[in-house]
């Protein structure tokens, strides 16, 4: 008597990989590869979150906004390179995260340096999220290949 359970094998596996197209082997062989950095095996996104932290503890401890303000800056810089290097090779998908940068630029800005009325910058931020989280994911799409967003 035949038995009635199916197991898979790497035959089965091969016809479900076609089933799904070139996209599902780029992601399997892409899956953990984070994209390289241009400068080389040099950790410089580390060190500027490292430098950063440290410039921010001493601008707390000597009450010194222009040490905090730099150290916050370059943290923040650390992370947002590792961010723009893997949304635009399609690694993984930070949208909303350079969008909102796009936005806290736009509203400081106006709101400090040019001196609009803060419903003003906050219209001006808000529009200028919109097309930039757009433009984004249009980008994201091409570079991964399809996909609107990794959940990886």
Partial sequence: MESTTRQSGP????E???????????LEETADERP??????????????FVGLVL???????ANPVQLAIGVGLGMLGGLELAIREHFTGFRSHTTLLAGFVFVVAVGATF????????????????????????LRKKFEKASGGLSYKLR
């Fill in 11 to 14: 035959a089965e596996r091969r």
């Fill in 16 to 26: 479900s990989r076609t089933r799904f197209g070139k996209w599902a082997d780029r």
């Fill in 36 to 49: 390289p950095a241009p400068w080389g095996s040099f950790p410089i996104g580390a060190v500027s979150v």
């Fill in 56 to 62: 921010a503890v001493i601008g707390l401890i000597n």
């Fill in 112 to 135: 400090y340096a040019a001196h609009w009325i803060l419903w003003q910058s906050l219209l001006l931020g808000a529009a200028l999220f919109g097309a930039t989280f757009w433009l």
